[in-house]
């Protein structure tokens, strides 16, 4: 069974910032890609940023200059660090990662996704 634990969402006020954290935990044999996604209401769900396991970084053109994506590999953590923040980055923020797992006979990979956590910009 594996885990990915969000913590860090909250209120904030338009131009603030806020940092979230999302922990892995579990049958994990290595973390590859681990990313940011959001979804607003009554919208799609949509990438903020990605960072794959040697440091590589992407992100949504509507956050460039003001997200940062990192990650401890050997905390199994990925965090988002959000500077500037505009009321239309209100949304849930989910963590996702991309794992490889050991069967006992075999290696495998899957997409986990977070449980969410709320991220609510005022203006």
């Known amino acids: 069974q594996v885990q990915l634990v969000e913590s860090g969402g909250g209120l904030v006020q338009a131009g603030g910032s806020l940092t979230l954290s999302c922990a892995a935990s579990?049958?994990?044999?290595?973390?590859?890609?681990m990313g940011w996604y959001r979804q607003a209401p009554g919208k799609q769900r949509e990438l903020v940023a990605t960072?794959?396991?040697?440091?590589?970084?992407v992100y949504a053109d509507s956050v460039k200059g003001r997200f940062t994506i990192s990650r401890a590999n050997a905390k199994d953590t990925v965090y988002l660090q959000m500077n500037s923040l505009k009321p239309e980055d209100t949304a849930v923020y989910y963590c996702?990662?991309?794992?490889?797992?050991?069967?006992?006979?075999?290696?495998?990979?899957?997409?986990?996704w977070g449980q969410g956590t709320q991220v609510t910009v005022s203006s």
């Open positions: 996702k990662a991309d794992l490889s797992h050991y069967s006992g006979s075999y290696y495998y990979t899957e997409d986990h």
């Open positions: 960072i794959s396991s040697g440091g590589t970084t």
């Open positions: 579990g049958n994990i044999f290595s973390i590859n890609n």
